[in-house]
């Protein structure tokens, strides 16, 4: 007998433990060269078939060794125009042709390559996938009732996760180590395990890599040039979770169920992230919806009547194109990673369809900075209306997504009011961030944790109170009723980076008439100097004020246009002296200026002689700007004048 396996059949493996059986005893095998050609390309590439279909080669060599079968090789290697051809079939009627010639039994385990050969009348063994009872994996040696992971690796001694997703440990469980030897017979069962049994599949197969998804383990293979040894990682759940076994879980399904059908579930690798959503997909399949999950790699494990797609022709989009005619109420994206799954997620949200995607994010910061570059924040809250973090396998916290106008918080007037998105702590009804457009860019800032004031015993002291302190200072004891209202470390560095925003925003605005350098200068929240060559000033400020009127009403701070003429002039006029040997203070028509470049960002006493005036916060640039015409500035000019020295020192 006479017979001639394709490619498909060697990388099945099937037909040597068919000759071992008897069925094919005294066969004279005959391996196209075509064959040999894929089988080196593919493992020229990494890829596992490669090594599986080489393999099974040497097994046939072995066997014609034993004199069991007669092994040929017969016909010529593929020219480079044949191998460009290889997907319209050119090398697939190479292999037949090789059949032909021989007047040999054609063997394939490729259906559509069956079809094809007996058009021709050839004489066809179909050997079809195989869907009874099989054996246990070689691999589910290494597994317990308490495994999560095994790791394998040529040279060192295999290890595996143990105990469960809050509590888990990773332990040797052998004291031999694996040879690559041992690996490759693993892989090799591995696939042909995946290519028979209908719930295995390989889901990724790349130049040294092969993920393959056999039931709910998901096993990894990994060789050189990829790693730099054969790793093979196999991961499997443990446990069956069910969406009421969840403490809030009432609060998802409260949102699913109604108008707030998009939710996010965030949290770092290994938390839990995927054993929630395949329990949210149960249940709204148990609940009558129509669930379908969009996978790469295909890892959920979820009911039959639930489908889960991969990517179509290598994109999400193409899957998306194809559930936006299935019409699914809802789907379960797992994982959301490349910017073009975000896209596809929002543009599926905003279609009407419910979605559920997970994140990988330590934060709900995170888990909106990851959006922010993909979906503009003014439809954020439309594509997301709930944020659900997990941790050690337990719902942490749930955020609601909003949508409003105003300025947002901790920036006080510095802004003017914008379209802002809200992220609310659902648990306490608390605002945590706020999410807005500034210059181009989105910007998440933290809500409280950039303003406020805090209220501190004041140090012990006989001075007599000034006046009036102004805004940035503190006022000493006696004004506030024994106690001192201070302003946090740091704050007005916080407030200066508020005002160079607002600077920046001025200056584009500004720049759009001018063709010199625009230097803005801001004196107050809502209020900015801004000094341009003199031939430019015109042009800023329009026929009537017509431009200039504009720029206010759109930024919402008013602008002062000045010529830097002025400001050169303005200069010649300012004041610099020291106090006594103390500190150095600038004066002009409009401030006083403390120079205090030693005392950068930090909380200061300042003190007359013996006697304390006030307490201050020094800015990033090392200094505290007071009003010329306030009582505390008035007052150090009076003991300067006195011959007094000023001194600061930290609080």
């Known amino acids: 007998m006479k017979m001639v396996p394709d490619t498909s059949v060697l990388i099945d493996g099937r037909i040597t433990s068919m000759i071992k059986t008897g069925e094919y005893k005294d066969a004279t095998i005959i391996v196209p060269e075509a064959v040999i050609a894929e089988l080196e390309a593919q493992a020229n590439q990494g890829r596992e078939i490669g090594f599986s279909g080489l393999n099974e080669l040497q097994a046939l060599c ?7 079968i007669e092994l040929k090789f017969s016909g010529s290697r593929p020219s480079l125009e044949q191998v460009k051809l290889a997907s319209g079939g050119e090398i697939d009627a190479m292999i037949r042709n090789i059949a032909i010639e021989n007047s040999a039994q054609f063997v394939t385990s490729d259906n559509v390559q069956a079809e094809v050969a007996r058009a021709k009348g050839l004489n066809v063994i179909y050997l079809r996938p195989q869907v009874t009872d099989f054996m246990p994996l070689a691999i589910d040696q290494f597994f317990d ?90 991961v499997r759940p443990i446990v069956d979770v069910t969406l009421k076994d969840y403490a809030k879980a009432d609060v998802i399904r409260t949102r699913l169920s109604g108008e707030k059908r998009g939710l996010i579930i965030a949290g770092s690798p290994g938390s839990g992230k995927t054993t929630l959503a395949q329990s949210i997909a149960t249940y709204l399949s148990d609940s009558g919806f129509v669930v379908k999950t969009m996978e790469a790699p295909r890892e959920l494990q979820v009911p039959d009547q639930i489908t889960q797609y991969s990517m179509l022709d290598g994109s999400m989009e193409n899957t998306a194109d194809v559930l936006m005619l299935v019409r699914p109420d809802f789907v379960i994206f797992d994982e959301l ?176 008439y001018t063709e010199g350098s625009v230097d803005v200068q801001m004196i107050s929240d809502t209020k900015a100097v801004v000094y341009i060559d003199d031939k430019d000033v015109p042009a800023a400020i329009g026929k009537g004020g017509k431009n200039i009127s504009a720029i206010v009403n759109k930024i919402g701070i008013g602008i002062d246009i000045k010529p830097k003429s002025e400001r050169e002039k303005l200069r010649k006029d300012e004041e610099e002296f020291n106090l006594g040997g103390g500190v150095k203070i600038q004066t002009d028509k409009k401030q006083l200026t403390i120079i205090a470049p030693d005392h950068s960002g930090k909380i200061v006493d300042v003190f007359a002689g013996k006697e304390y005036l006030f307490t201050a916060t020094v800015n ?24 007094e020295i000023i001194k600061l020192r930290p609080v």
């Open 62 to 68: 072995k066997l014609a060794e034993e004199k069991v």
């Open 145 to 234: 009732e308490h495994t999560i992971a095994v790791h394998l690796k040529e040279r060192v001694c295999p290890v595996a996760k143990k105990g469960t997703i809050n509590a888990m440990k990773l332990v040797q469980i052998r004291d031999t180590p694996t040879t690559e030897y041992e690996l490759r017979t693993l892989a090799q069962e591995i696939l042909e395990r995946a290519k028979r049994d209908p719930d295995g599949f390989i889901e990724v197969e790349k130049r040294g890599i092969t993920v393959v998804q056999i039931g709910s383990m998901r096993i990894a293979i990994a060789r050189r040039p990829f790693s730099d040894g054969m790793e093979i990682t196999a």
């Open 337 to 512: 990673r490349k910017n073009e799954d975000f896209k596809t997620f929002a543009d599926m949200r905003l279609a009407g369809m419910g979605m559920v995607g997970v994140v990988h994010a330590t934060d709900v910061r995170d888990a909106l900075q990851r959006f922010s570059y993909r979906v503009d924040y003014g439809v954020l809250s439309q594509v997301i209306n709930t944020i659900v973090f997990v941790k050690e396998g337990v719902i942490t916290k749930i955020f609601d997504i909003g949508f409003t106008i105003k300025v947002p918080e901790g920036m006080g007037s510095e802004m003017h009011i914008r379209p802002v998105t809200t992220v609310t702590d659902y648990e306490t009804g608390t605002l945590a961030y706020d999410v807005f457009r500034y210059d181009g860019e989105t910007i998440i800032i933290p809500v409280g944790q950039t303003g406020g004031i805090r209220l501190q015993s004041p140090p012990v002291s006989s001075a007599k109170p000034p006046l009036q302190p102004p805004a940035f200072v503190t006022p000493p004891a006696t004004a506030r009723q024994g106690l001192v209202a201070e302003p946090p470390a740091g704050w007005e560095g916080e407030l200066r980076t508020g005002w160079k925003l607002s600077e920046k925003e001025i200056q584009r605005e500004i720049g759009r």
């Open 620 to 643: 990033e640039a090392g200094e505290i700007h007071l009003a010329k015409n306030s009582s505390i500035a008035q007052e150090m000019i009076r003991r300067s004048g006195a011959g």
